[in-house]
Nanobody
Framework: QLQLVESGGGLVQPGGSLRLSCTAS????????MSWYRQGPGKERELVAD????????NYADSVKGRFTISRDNAKSTVYLQMNSLKVEDTAVYYC?????????WGQGTQVTVSS
């Protein structure tokens, strides 16, 4: 059964850091370029960062460039998002999914709340 499970979210003060993980099962992760998405309160889901299937290429939304780093460990079937210098506007539910093609079933996401 294909499944994506996100974890690592929490409550953090502005300027803090979090590391999100997305563990995949039921398919071969290294066959796919993967992405992190987020959906803030009252907002549409947006693409935050993506990474090629073997990790050699990454891209970031302008809003997170220089603060977030996407990486992957295909041997562990896991994609990561290191988030530094967090801002209040980063508050959202974060999801991972494939970058191209019809999305896999969405996981439950992980809540990130940035607040003082």
């Amino acid at each position: 059964q294909l499944q994506l499970v996100e974890s690592g979210g929490g409550l953090v003060q502005p300027g803090g850091s979090l590391r999100l993980s997305c563990t995949a099962s039921g398919f071969t992760l290294d066959d796919y370029a993967m992405s992190w998405y987020r959906q803030g309160p009252g907002k549409e889901r947006e693409l935050v960062a993506d990474i090629s299937s073997l990790g050699s290429s990454t891209n970031y939304a302008d809003s997170v460039k220089g603060r977030f780093t996407i990486s992957r460990d295909n041997a562990k079937s896991t994609v990561y998002l290191q988030m530094n210098s967090l801002k209040v506007e980063d508050t959202a539910v974060y999801y991972c999914n494939r970058l191209r093609g019809r999305p896999f079933d969405w996981g439950q996401g992980t809540q990130v709340t940035v607040s003082s």
